[in-house]
């Protein structure tokens, strides 16, 4: 009877102890709200690849809420400065956004769209939003995204007078993630079309590696657009002195090469 009474305390216990093990072992709940940021130093701040810093060394940093269901808003922040260049923000800009992003069903597709507002604290006048959506699929490691940003009918464009009084940019993305290494492999391609022409109607370009090492990653790019000389003689743009510098419209717009180093949290 004892021997009998013995087994069964044993069994219990073993039962209880992989019950508690399972337990432990369970992953944790995901929380209701995510908080994500970074913060980076850039050799100079493109965007579409217009410099947006003169050329110059700048910093950048954002910030981003999420919740389970999709919905997030957030800021990104870059420094800039103007020098003597055709492109002047004032200084900073500072992006505010939000938006959806969720997978489609067993498609192996996930979109995210929201609205997104660019802010110049010195240069209120450059002030717009714009509407995006986009479209991602992985295959093994390699990463494809496509993407369209509308910037509607809106005081930008009335203020400036520009010919179009709307803009439509489009991009695809490809990423491979080097398997068993650290590196990645990236590459862009964008089309702007209509009130932010730059010179003309214009592609801009990037061609890149990533290290990421930690929370650490260091990228080095080849940033560009297909304005060339011959463009900027045509229709030169005004530098800050107010006249019309076709030097400088290049070299907001030429192929350089732009390195990185940004700490993720």
Known sequence: ???????????????FASNVAFADDA??????????????IVSQYRFRGISQSDNKVT????????????????????????????????????DVYGGYTHAIGKTGLTFDGGLYGY????NDLNEYYELYGSLTKAYGPITAKAGLNWA??????????TATKYNMYEYFELGLAV???????????????GGFN?????????????????????????????????????????????????????RAAKSVAVLSLTASF
Do not use: R
């Open 152 to 161: 509607p009918k809106q005081s930008y464009f009335t203020y400036w007078n």
């Open 198 to 250: 730059y010179v003309k109607e214009y592609l801009d370009y990037t061609a890149g590696v990533s290290y990421k090492w930690k929370n650490l990653t260091l990228d080095l790019s080849a940033v560009g657009t297909n304005i060339g000389k011959s463009d900027a003689f045509k229709a030169p743009l005004t530098d800050q002195t107010g006249t019309p510098n076709p030097d400088q419209t290049f």
């Open 119 to 122: 802010l110049y604290p010195g």
């Open 179 to 193: 398997p068993k290494t650290a590196f990645t492999v990236h590459a862009h391609v964008g089309h702007t079309g």
């Open 59 to 94: 910093g950048q940093a954002s910030i981003t809420l999420s919740h389970k269901s999709g919905f997030y808003v957030a800021a990104w922040a870059s420094g800039a400065s103007a020098g003597n260049s055709t492109v002047n923000i004032g200084g900073s800009e500072i």
């Open 1 to 15: 009877m004892k021997i009998k009474f013995a087994c069964a305390a044993a069994a219990l216990a073993v039962a």
């Open 27 to 40: 992953p944790a709940p995901t929380p209701d709200f995510t908080v994500t940021g970074s913060a980076a």
